[in-house]
């Protein structure tokens, strides 16, 4: 958290906040944050004086295009960003700050600390770093059935875990992978090249509905996440099983189970997804 939809979100929110303004100097308050460069000094001069053109999302990345480079941000697990006036006081936690011309600041919090922020000159940003490595978008027109059906054949990695390997398909988290899978009534261990062509397709089909709809609602909400300007997510409020361990199945009222698969929590309806 957040995953695809809430990264989604964010971008859009900034998107509009941000581009078009200049940064005239950034603080660094905590600088592990930075990973590249590896020098910090060198990553606030890099920085300073370039204008943001753009912000875009790459799997649960946010991209800032400016003049020379690209600023890529992960926000992990509770990271934020939110746009503030010069007078405003400084939260606790906040660690990054983009100081813009226009006397607005650009602040970036997080109380986990796991975030990070990598700068690559244009045209480098897919091709060494963080986003080097990543799997197909599950929004884009590009990612079809035949697509996925590729993807799993012949796996014999249980497919909840396969869904989230970003080198497979990029954005899906635990939230999305199980309402993904209750709603092909699918169950999270069965092996994904077993899957039969009529389930491939309808699987298809519940990740591109889940995350578009997820993203029409800002998100999940689920702990802290807010987007860029201080807004919850709504899309927590039509969840059917993740988080609803012990309620009735909105299809059969059988009670929602929880367990582990690959390390994560994982919900499903026993009847609706049996194994």
């Known amino acids: 958290m957040p995953e695809l939809p809430e990264v989604e979100t964010v971008v859009r929110t900034l998107g509009g906040l941000v581009v078009g303004k200049q940064i005239e100097r950034v603080s660094v308050l905590l600088p592990r944050i930075i990973r590249t460069p590896d020098d910090v000094e060198e990553f606030k001069s890099q920085l300073a004086g370039q ?3 753009a912000i875009k999302r790459r799997a ?6 400016l ?6 941000s992960h926000l992990r697990m509770e990271g934020r960003y939110g746009l503030y006036q010069a007078e405003e006081p400084v939260e606790k936690h906040t660690h990054v700050i983009f100081y813009f011309t226009d006397g607005t600041e650009l602040r970036y919090r997080d109380v ?3 975030g990070t922020m990598d700068v690559y000159p244009l045209g480098m940003e897919t091709t060494t770093g963080p986003l080097s490595k990543l799997g197909v978008e599950p929004l884009d027109e590009s990612f079809t059935a035949d697509v996925l059906r590729r993807l799993l054949k012949d796996r014999p990695t249980k497919i909840k875990p396969l869904l989230l390997n970003q080198e497979c398909i990029v954005g899906l988290g635990n939230i999305y992978v199980d309402e993904s899978l209750f709603k092909a009534r699918i ?3 069965r092996p994904a090249g077993k899957l039969t062509k009529k389930q491939v397709d309808l699987l298809h089909e519940s990740i591109v509905a889940t995350l578009s709809e997820a993203v029409d609602q ?3 909400s689920i702990k802290s996440y807010v987007n860029g300007q201080g807004e919850m997510g709504m899309f927590q409020q039509s969840l059917m099983v993740y988080g609803r361990k012990d309620e009735p199945c909105v299809n059969c009222g059988t009670e929602i189970v929880r367990f582990v698969v ?9 009847v609706c997804q049996k194994k």
């Open 262 to 270: 690959g390390g994560r929590g994982t919900h499903i309806c026993p």
């Open 112 to 114: 986990r600390q796991f």
């Open 218 to 220: 800002g998100g999940s």
């Open 60 to 65: 649960k990345f946010i991209q800032f295009f």
């Open 187 to 189: 169950h999270p261990e």
């Open 51 to 53: 204008t943001v053109h």
């Open 67 to 72: 003049d020379q480079d690209v600023l890529i």
